[in-house]
């Protein structure tokens, strides 16, 4: 019995210390899911050429490491496949690798934006392209009500609806695709040539020109003249011989 009884309490004193250990160690926090950014669009659908755009400049894997690192956020708008079919024909094949990645980083704010906080943000945005204080990738929204608009310099675009939100990633459905300024804005124009210089000669010398050119009659006269001087001469010259003879 006295056996049983030491077997008991030792049993419960095992019991006691594990639910204690137990109840110190905190459960373990569950990782956090990771944004993919690609896989949004393509549940969406219609956004078969801004994902390929997206992968091939390897914005998609900016995006979602950005989310996955900063507590910023990011704003992107996302043109349909509608809007792309709507461009001039060439329009992507005339630029160039580096001019495709400036455009998807133009379709992308750096900072979470939901539609409310566009009615107060500052024009002109920020977006992955570079500074658009420098005039080279303005982009401008305006809103009216719950609509939002957003000019380029090159198309004005709306907001059509919001495709995903979780207050870190927003993507926004744009039924324009967004050209910047800076890559198909208008050519600055040629200086135009500067006209020739027209040398004037002879008698279409205007009065008083510094032109040294002298005309034939202007020749002849100063020939003349120069004769006159010399007969002139001649005739002193005899009239003194025959006085002093």
């Known amino acids: 019995m006295a056996v049983l ?7 419960l004193i095992i019991f006691l210390h594990s639910a204690t250990v137990s109840a110190q160690s905190p459960a373990a926090a569950p990782a956090p899911s990771a944004t993919n950014v690609t896989a949004i669009l393509e549940k969406a659908g219609q956004f078969t050429t801004l994902i390929k755009l ?3 400049t390897r914005m998609a894997d900016q995006i979602d490491t950005q989310l996955s690192t900063s507590n910023q956020g990011i704003t992107l708008f996302a043109p349909t496949d509608n809007a792309f079919s709507s461009l001039k024909s060439g329009t992507l094949n005339s630029i160039s690798e580096q001019q495709k990645l400036a455009l998807m ?3 992308v704010l750096p900072n979470f934006y939901s ?5 107060t943000v500052s024009n002109p945005l920020h977006t992955q392209a570079g500074n658009s204080n420098d005039g080279q990738f303005p982009l401008n ?5 719950n609509q939002v608009n957003i000019t380029t310099g090159v198309v004005n675009a709306t907001v059509a609806n919001t495709i995903f939100t979780d207050n870190q990633l927003a993507v926004y459905e744009v039924d324009q695709v967004l050209l910047p300024l800076n890559i198909f804005g208008p050519a600055a124009p040629a200086p135009a040539p500067s006209a020739p210089k027209k040398s004037v000669k002879g008698a ?4 008083g020109s510094s032109d040294t050119g002298s005309t034939p009659d202007a020749s002849a006269a100063m020939g003349l003249k120069h004769r006159g001087m010399i007969a002139v001469s001649m005739g002193v010259a005899a009239i003194l011989a025959a006085v002093f003879l």
């Open 141 to 145: 929204v305006t809103t009216a009500g």
């Open 115 to 119: 539609v409310s906080q566009f009615q």
């Open 5 to 11: 009884s030491f077997f008991t309490f030792f049993t």
């Open 54 to 56: 997206l992968k091939s």
């Open 105 to 107: 980083q133009f379709h």
């Open 204 to 207: 279409d010398a205007p009065s």
